[in-house]
């Protein structure tokens, strides 16, 4: 088993806020818990980001989401929206891909799209995080497989299983599939429906990194019970 303390354990939490009908004030309030507890980053939706910035003062990371929740922005689209997001402070990108493209069979469309996106907000900002969302639960395993590969050849940061809009959470055996398919080519964020201590322990067990969710409090209150070794 890996051994976390507490400390690194909230370290790999982004404590997120994506509901489209949050408020300033919730936000400003989980900028104050990710300060206090020492999460990795504050998500927020686009509109929101100059504020959480400004919020946090420099004392915590803010990240937001491009394409969200169902990655059929156009292109250009995708790549104004990381700009503005640049310009406005985010550190982080959580991308999602264009699913109905992959399910439509068209990759080299989902490749294209993801390879500039890439490229452009790199060389805007080369410290800029991306991370990709595939959105696992609308998949079959091959364009689970294959979304995989072109997120691993894109020079993107991390992986991300889940938006958590979509009809199920991060599964386990994503995880193992994300680990052997990419073998090291970049990191893997959990994300959607991670409610308990056992599971989020499970899944940094079986690879990942980081792990996104609007529980962040809770799981540091389940480690505070050690009710992951009970």
Known sequence: MIQLTKKEFAAMQDH?????????????????????????????????????????????????????PFGTNAKATKIAEGIQCLADGADAL????????????????????L???????????????????IECC?????????????VGDSKADFIKTSTGTG?????????????????GKCQIKAAAQITNIEDALAVIEEGATLIGENTAVKLLNDWDKERWTK
């Open 94 to 113: 959580d991308f999602v891909i264009n699913y109905s493209m992959l399910k439509s069979g068209e990759v080299d469309y989902v490749a294209d799209e």
């Open 16 to 68: 997120s806020i994506l509901e489209p009908f949050a408020t300033k004030e919730q936000i400003a309030e989980m900028v104050k818990q990710t300060i206090e507890y020492g999460f990795n980053a504050t998500y927020v939706e686009p509109c929101h980001v100059a504020y959480a910035v400004k919020c946090s003062a420099g004392k915590a990371k803010v990240g937001t989401v491009i394409g969200f």
């Open 115 to 133: 390879n500039e996106f890439v490229k452009v907000l790199k060389s805007k900002n080369p410290k800029i995080v991306i991370k990709v969302i």
């Open 167 to 183: 009809s199920g959470g991060c599964r386990i055996g994503d995880i193992r599939l994300m680990r052997r398919v990419l073998q």
């Open 138 to 150: 609308f998949l079959t395993h091959d364009e689970k497989v294959k979304a995989i590969e072109i």
